[in-house]
């Protein structure tokens, strides 16, 4: 129901490690699906799809959820893609108002 976008200088491989590090913690996510383009997460707050693809010096990644914006894992999802390193030299993190 809700798609995010992010381009990030990480490669597919490292966005999906992160993923696989972050997403089951904090969302209470499990992986159902994998391949090198992307993942499958799934759990009580819902399913969260991920797609990665290398254009030049950048990944372009992208999520579609089956929840509402509203939802805690659309909030998630949202904080974990703003921690991607935007530029090279870029550490990703937490905006100014975000919480860490």
């Known amino acids: 129901m809700a798609?995010?976008?992010?381009?990030?200088?990480l490669s597919p491989g490292e966005v999906?490690?992160?993923?696989?590090?972050?997403?089951?913690?904090?969302?209470?996510?499990?992986?159902?699906?994998?391949?090198?383009?992307?993942?499958?997460?799934?759990?009580?707050?819902g399913t969260v799809t991920l797609s990665v693809h290398r254009h030049g010096p950048f990944t372009e990644v992208s999520a579609s959820t089956d929840r509402l914006r509203t939802s805690k894992m659309d909030y998630q999802i949202q904080i974990f893609l703003n921690h991607l390193p935007y530029e090279p030299g870029d550490e990703g993190g937490p905006g100014s108002g975000d919480p860490s």
């Not at 798609?3 to 200088?9: I, N, S, V």
């Not at 209470?28 to 499958?40: D, N």
């Open 3 to 9: 798609g995010y976008y992010r381009k990030t200088t």
């Open 16 to 45: 999906l490690e992160h993923a696989a590090d972050i997403l089951p913690e904090r969302i209470g996510l499990k992986k159902s699906k994998e391949s090198r383009h992307g993942a499958t997460y799934t759990g009580n707050e």
